[in-house]
């Protein structure tokens, strides 16, 4: 097949690229269109004819929330076919043309439920390209518009999107499938006094006139598509690398990423070159839904990591490591999430592990077997939603955004560490990333892969391994690597000998860490008394941290013993970040009983117009939220 055939040549593109260079175009995106077409959230049928290029010419308005402009689509016809299917929800489709000049016939199909519509445009045998000219509609899911208020200036309007996983297509008439890559170029033109950036090429500084222009080389899908148009500043960190970010942040973003380029280079080390030129950091306002998004060579993040200490940063770690898994090598559908999520989890540890020691990487690891066991435990020991492959069918993907494909994902290659050992694991994985770059690959594909060049025949190794009861099977199996933390275990100590009554001031916690704190919050009992809350809070002063995921636990705790001192700061806090990792477990703590569901519902009609879309779905299902 064509998506094999090129893997030599493309490794070969591979080494070839240098951390301070820009890199080569790859000018022939791999797309296995026999697993793109079995993709169930998508209309296209890349079979038949799929897209390789994209030009965008957008103009951004924040007036009226939109954007609007042309989508230039360059195609290949593979059976000389006469239609072309595109993904298309919330779009306002104006006039299509071909190549030729010629207007053509289009329909747009009823819409489904997650998916929108089917956009089928007639072409010719002969066609090579499509002109879309649309608009967005304000409410456009992928795209957040930000009011001055809402922002850390509090002088200019802000705006970013955020595609992952099917909400491309709310911005963008595409193939909004992850296992159909393409090239893309772009110009874009906002208001003058803000900059553009996109998961392309960047400029590092303001243009007068507003007028943007990008160019991404490599092939993505179109989950990794994002722009974001703000007041922005920019601090270079490395030949390859730096930071984004409003200008009242963009010192402390400096700081707390300082350790970037060891990353990258402590990455490489590990699992080869960089491929992408440029690794930089965007840091968004506070209502970003996620912690990080692996946007090829600019990581959307969310402030929420500053905390001051550098003590976050492992989230960079992860965004980083998606270069090479997810969008190197990209999971070919949905269902097959894991193969993004659980090599990202695992390679970020082993970046962690390089750069701050071993120490420091199994207090991570611990904490996330933690999450990963409650998770189980609230989706059932048996539950199908906790196998590793997926079945989405009729569901959105976002419900695959779970700790199943993050946490069990990473903790599946670690026991195939453990069972071959780290360097024939390196040697394997090194492989697979230089022979499915720029690629796709799905569960089945990666089975028969790890048969072929790992196990090879050794039934033994099979068995030890154990992989069917990792992908297929619920729950943890029973090979699951077992974790332990010589640093946890002081904060361990510590809760036990606070719960058995030892004053919160006599507790030694010097040299502590985030992880430390949060260990110890997840250990001292759901239920503190008022006594002990109010110990923990005038010795540590939790309920005025400036460290989002120490006040995370420390609101649930307050709600389950209601600490009302602590509310008013939780109400802020819940007002101005719109991480739905901390938005979730708070606003279920308060629904657990009447009085916090009328606390929580309150909260949530005043909070919910500056949360993401993501976001929103997510909390108006927990709240019972009706307009």
Same mark, same amino acid.
């Given at each position: 097949?064509?998506?094999?055939?090129?893997?030599?040549?493309?490794?070969?593109?591979?080494?070839?690229?240098?951390?301070?260079?820009?890199?080569?175009?790859?000018?022939?995106?791999?797309?296995?269109?026999?697993?793109?077409?079995?993709?169930?959230?998508?209309?296209?049928?890349?079979?038949?004819?799929?897209?390789?290029?994209?030009?965008?010419?957008?103009?951004? +308005?924040?007036?009226?929330?939109?954007?609007?402009?042309?989508?230039?689509?360059?195609? #290949?016809?593979?059976?000389?076919?006469?239609?072309?299917?595109?993904?298309?929800?919330?779009?306002?489709?104006?006039?299509?043309?071909?190549? +030729?000049?010629? #207007?053509?016939?289009?329909?747009?199909?009823?819409?489904?439920?997650?998916?929108?519509?089917?956009?089928?445009?007639?072409?010719?045998?002969?066609?090579?390209?499509?002109?879309?000219?649309?608009?967005?509609?304000?409410?456009?899911?992928?795209?957040?518009?930000?009011?001055?208020?809402?922002?850390?200036?509090?002088?200019?309007?802000?705006?970013?999107?955020?595609?992952?996983?099917?909400?491309?297509?709310?911005?963008?008439?595409?193939?909004?499938?992850?296992?159909?890559?393409?090239?893309?170029?772009?110009?874009?033109?906002?208001?003058?006094?803000?900059?553009?950036?996109?998961?392309?090429?960047?400029?590092?500084?303001?243009?007068? +006139?507003?007028?943007?222009?990008?160019?991404?080389?490599?092939?993505?899908?179109?989950?990794?598509?994002?722009?974001?148009?703000?007041?922005?500043?920019?601090?270079?960190? !490395?030949?390859?690398?730096?930071?984004?970010?409003?200008?009242?942040?963009?010192?402390?973003?400096a700081w707390e990423f300082a350790d970037l380029p060891q990353m990258i280079s402590s990455a490489e080390e590990l699992y080869g070159p960089y491929a992408w030129g440029r690794y930089d950091l965007l840091v968004l306002p506070p209502s970003f839904p996620f912690g990080g998004m692996?946007?090829?060579?600019?990581?959307?993040?969310?402030?929420?990591?500053?905390?001051?200490?550098?003590?976050?940063?492992?989230?960079?770690?992860?965004?980083?490591?998606?270069?090479?898994?997810?969008?190197?090598?990209?999971?070919?559908?949905?269902?097959?999430?894991?193969?993004?999520? !659980?090599?990202?989890?695992?390679?970020?540890?082993?970046?962690?592990?390089?750069?701050?020691?071993?120490?420091?990487?199994?207090?991570?690891?611990?904490?996330?077997?933690?999450?990963?066991?409650?998770?189980?435990?609230?989706?059932?020991?048996?539950?199908?939603?906790?196998?590793?492959?997926?079945?989405?069918?009729?569901?959105?993907?976002?419900? !695959?955004?779970?700790?199943?494909?993050?946490?069990?994902?990473?903790?599946?290659?670690?026991?195939?560490?453990?069972?071959?050992?780290?360097?024939?694991?390196?040697?394997?994985?090194?492989?697979?990333?230089?022979?499915?770059?720029?690629?796709?690959?799905?569960?089945?594909?990666?089975?028969?892969?790890? #048969?072929?060049?790992?196990?090879?025949?050794?039934?033994?190794?099979?068995?030890?391994?154990?992989?069917?009861?990792?992908?297929?099977?619920?729950?943890?199996?029973?090979?699951?690597?077992?974790?332990?933390?010589?640093?946890?275990?002081?904060? +361990?100590?510590?809760?036990?000998?606070?719960?058995? !009554?030892?004053?919160?001031?006599?507790?030694?916690?010097?040299?502590?860490?985030?992880?430390?704190?949060?260990?110890?919050?997840?250990?001292?009992?759901?239920?503190?008394?008022?006594?002990?809350?109010?110990?923990?809070?005038?010795?540590?002063?939790?309920?005025?941290?400036?460290?989002? #995921?120490?006040?995370?636990?420390?609101?649930?705790?307050?709600?389950?013993?209601?600490?009302?001192?602590?509310?008013?700061?939780?109400?802020?806090?819940?007002?101005?970040?719109?991480?739905?990792?901390?938005?979730?477990?708070?606003?279920?703590?308060?629904?657990?009983?009447?009085?916090?569901?009328?606390?929580?519902?309150?909260?949530?009609?005043?909070?919910?117009?500056?949360?993401?879309?993501?976001?929103?779905?997510?909390?108006?299902?927990?709240?019972?939220?009706?307009?």
């Amino acid at each position: 097949m064509k998506y094999f055939s090129n893997f030599l040549i493309l490794s070969a593109l591979i080494i070839q690229y240098s951390c301070n260079e820009s890199p080569k175009a790859v000018t022939d995106p791999i797309n296995d269109t026999n697993m793109a077409s079995k993709d169930i959230h998508s209309f296209a049928k890349p079979d038949e004819a799929v897209v390789k290029h994209l030009k965008l010419d957008l103009t951004v +308005d924040f007036d009226q929330k939109i954007l609007h402009g042309s989508a230039l689509l360059e195609i #290949e016809n593979k059976n000389s076919g006469t239609q072309l299917h595109l993904d298309v929800r919330q779009l306002n489709i104006e006039r299509i043309t071909l190549d +030729d000049g010629t #207007e053509t016939e289009f329909t747009i199909g009823d819409p489904v439920k997650y998916l929108g519509s089917d956009l089928s445009i007639a072409i010719k045998p002969t066609t090579e390209s499509v002109n879309i000219e649309y608009s967005t509609q304000p409410e456009a899911l992928a795209l957040q518009w930000l009011s001055p208020e809402q922002t850390e200036g509090k002088e200019h309007p802000f705006l970013f999107t955020q595609s992952q996983a099917i909400l491309a297509r709310t911005w963008i008439p595409l193939q909004d499938s992850p296992g159909i890559k393409f090239t893309y170029e772009a110009t874009i033109k906002c208001p003058q006094e803000l900059m553009a950036l996109m998961s392309a090429e960047n400029d590092t500084s303001l243009h007068a +006139d507003g007028v943007y222009s990008f160019k991404m080389p490599q092939p993505v899908p179109s989950y990794l598509m994002a722009l974001s148009v703000g007041n922005l500043d920019f601090r270079s960190l !490395g030949d390859n690398c730096g930071v984004f970010a409003e200008p009242a942040l963009i010192e402390k973003s400096a700081w707390e990423f300082a350790d970037l380029p060891q990353m990258i280079s402590s990455a490489e080390e590990l699992y080869g070159p960089y491929a992408w030129g440029r690794y930089d950091l965007l840091v968004l306002p506070p209502s970003f839904p996620f912690g990080g998004m692996e946007n090829p060579r600019i990581t959307f993040a969310t402030p929420t990591i500053i905390s001051g200490d550098r003590s976050l940063v492992a989230l960079v770690a992860h965004e980083l490591a998606h270069s090479w898994s997810g969008n190197l090598v990209t999971n070919a559908t949905w269902n097959d999430f894991w193969l993004n999520e !659980g090599f990202t989890v695992y390679f970020e540890t082993r970046i962690m592990e390089k750069i701050y020691g071993k120490d420091y990487a199994d207090m991570l690891t611990m904490l996330s077997l933690m999450d990963l066991k409650e998770t189980i435990a609230e989706m059932g020991e048996t539950s199908t939603e906790t196998h590793l492959y997926l079945e989405l069918k009729d569901k959105d993907p976002d419900d !695959g955004v779970t700790d199943i494909a993050y946490e069990k994902g990473r903790f599946f290659l670690t026991a195939i560490e453990e069972i071959v050992g780290r360097p024939t694991w390196d040697a394997f994985l090194n492989k697979y990333f230089s022979e499915h770059a720029w690629g796709t690959m799905d569960t089945k594909g990666f089975i028969a892969y790890l #048969e072929k060049e790992l196990i090879k025949g050794d039934d033994s190794l099979r068995t030890a391994i154990n992989m069917d009861a990792w992908i297929y099977g619920p729950g943890l199996p029973s090979n699951c690597p077992e974790i332990t933390s010589i640093e946890l275990e002081k904060a +361990d100590q510590a809760a036990t000998t606070f719960k058995e !009554g030892t004053p919160a001031a006599k507790i030694d916690t010097s040299g502590w860490t985030t992880h430390h704190w949060l260990y110890f919050l997840r250990t001292i009992g759901d239920h503190p008394t008022t006594d002990q809350m109010n110990d923990l809070d005038q010795t540590f002063g939790f309920t005025n941290s400036g460290n989002s #995921e120490i006040l995370c636990e420390w609101y649930i705790h307050a709600i389950n013993t209601n600490y009302t001192i602590a509310y008013p700061s939780m109400e802020k806090f819940l007002k101005k970040v719109g991480r739905r990792k901390f938005l979730k477990p708070i606003f279920l703590a308060m629904v657990a009983t009447d009085e916090g569901k009328l606390m929580a519902q309150r909260i949530y009609n005043e909070a919910r117009p500056g949360y993401h879309a993501v976001s929103v779905q997510t909390l108006d299902q927990i709240t019972g939220y009706q307009q």
